[in-house]
């Protein structure tokens, strides 16, 4: 089970952390990926870490503003986002499977429920 947490309202160009916190010893043998869905949108990648941390992919809408980051021993994976813009505001989810997966064909076992992030301009 995947719990996101740490959305809100941030101004333009500001900062905030994403945490994706997971119940079950395995979750370190898992790739963790970011998702995002803005109003009237699909659903699209944002970010993804292999299950080591060594690897890291990102979107290139992202790219240079975002950095994911992972903390095996607290089973819980991190989403930095800085220099926020108001085309960000989305509900973001974080997902895990066996490898990582940069769009919705996955390969992805697991959704958590998803928290709100609002850019003001």
């Known amino acids: 089970q995947l719990q996101a947490s740490g959305g809100g309202l941030v101004e333009s160009g500001g900062s905030l952390r994403l945490s994706c916190a997971a119940s079950?010893?395995?979750?370190?043998?898992?790739?963790a990926n970011w998702f995002r869905q803005a109003p009237g949108k699909e659903r699209e990648f944002v970010a993804a870490?292999?299950?080591?941390?060594?690897?890291?992919y990102y979107a290139n809408s992202v790219r240079g503003r975002f950095t994911i980051s992972r903390d095996n021993a607290k089973n819980t994976v991190y989403l930095q986002m800085n220099s926020l813009k108001p085309e960000d505001t989305a509900v973001y989810y974080c997902?895990?499977?066996?490898?990582?997966?940069?769009?919705?064909?996955?390969?992805?076992?697991?959704w958590g429920q998803g928290t709100l992030v609002t850019v003001s301009s």
């Open positions: 870490i292999s299950w080591n941390g060594r690897g890291t």
């Open positions: 079950g010893r395995t979750f370190s043998t898992y790739a």
């Open positions: 997902s895990a499977g066996s490898t990582i997966a940069t769009s919705l064909r996955g390969p992805i076992d697991y």
